[in-house]
């Protein structure tokens, strides 16, 4: 099992950004392959962006692609997420995940991950 930490949310400006981080430990971090999903209030926990386990391969919710960049350093156990040209929508607790092993698809449902942090708030003000 591995444990998540996420860092990096706060309050923004529309047209601002920020970006998360998530310090992984417990096994070996390169073994994930790793997303980020958010949840607004009263809404259900969506998918943001996935990464492979090298890095190599990234995919997007068509709702941030194009200003959010995931990305990941493996010496240093964490994994990013760099949230550009923020809007309110963007508003939401960001969870980062991991699923341990390879997968052969794009992982993007809640429920292809086993391993979930506690979340950060991303607000941002209009």
């Known amino acids: 099992q591995v444990q998540l930490v996420e860092s990096g949310g706060g309050l923004v400006q529309a047209g601002g950004s920020l970006k998360l981080s998530c310090a992984a430990s417990?096994?070996?971090?390169?073994?994930?392959?790793m997303g980020w999903f958010r949840q607004a209030p009263g809404k259900e926990r969506e998918f943001v962006a996935g990464?492979?386990?090298?890095?190599?391969?990234?995919y997007y919710a068509d709702s941030v692609k194009g200003r959010f960049t995931i990305s990941r350093d493996n010496a240093k156990n964490t994994v990013y997420l760099q949230m550009n040209s923020l809007k309110s929508e963007d508003t939401a607790v960001y969870y980062c995940?991991?699923?341990?092993?390879?997968?052969?698809?794009?992982?993007?449902?809640?429920?292809?991950?086993?391993?979930w942090g506690q979340g950060t708030q991303v607000t941002v003000s209009s």
């Open positions: 995940a991991a699923h341990y092993t390879w997968s052969p698809r794009p992982l993007t449902r809640a429920t292809d991950f086993g391993s």
């Open positions: 417990g096994r070996t971090f390169s073994s994930y392959v």
């Open positions: 990464i492979s386990r090298t890095g190599g391969s990234t």
